[in-house]
Nanobody, 124 residues
């Protein structure tokens, strides 16, 4: 089964950018549809973005549409989340996830594999 490790989180000012990475091991990202979720303190885990197994289809939460971009790089066996125009409300722990279905999903329990998370903090 695939193992996922996130990186790239940190502290950034509002309006800034970050690029999160999700490195896969034991299996290749081309075998999975994948997604990004986030969880802020005291809140439920929420969907951010998803990408299909072949990378040809993506979907986004309304709150990040136009600011975030999800992508996969099969050669590097990794998935990414480019986050631009960050807002304080984007502050959360960000998790990458994978599922064996072809398409991504906005439902967190549709994913069988999860990384440990990376903290993103956006200051105002």
């Amino acid at each position: 089964q695939v193992q996922l490790v996130e990186s790239g989180g940190g502290l950034v000012q509002a309006g800034g950018s970050l690029r999160l990475s999700c490195a896969a091991s034991r299996r290749t990202v081309s075998d999975y549809a994948m997604g990004w979720f986030r969880q802020a303190p005291g809140k439920e885990r929420e969907f951010v973005a998803a990408i299909s197994r072949n990378g040809g289809s993506t979907s986004y939460a309304d709150s990040v549409k136009g600011r975030f971009t999800i992508s996969k790089d099969n050669a590097k066996n990794a998935m990414y989340l480019q986050m631009n125009s960050l807002k304080p409300e984007d502050t959360a722990v960000y998790y990458c996830a994978a599922r064996t279905a072809f398409g991504g999903s906005s439902v967190f329990n549709g994913y069988a594999y999860w990384g440990q998370g990376t903290q993103v903090t956006v200051s105002s």
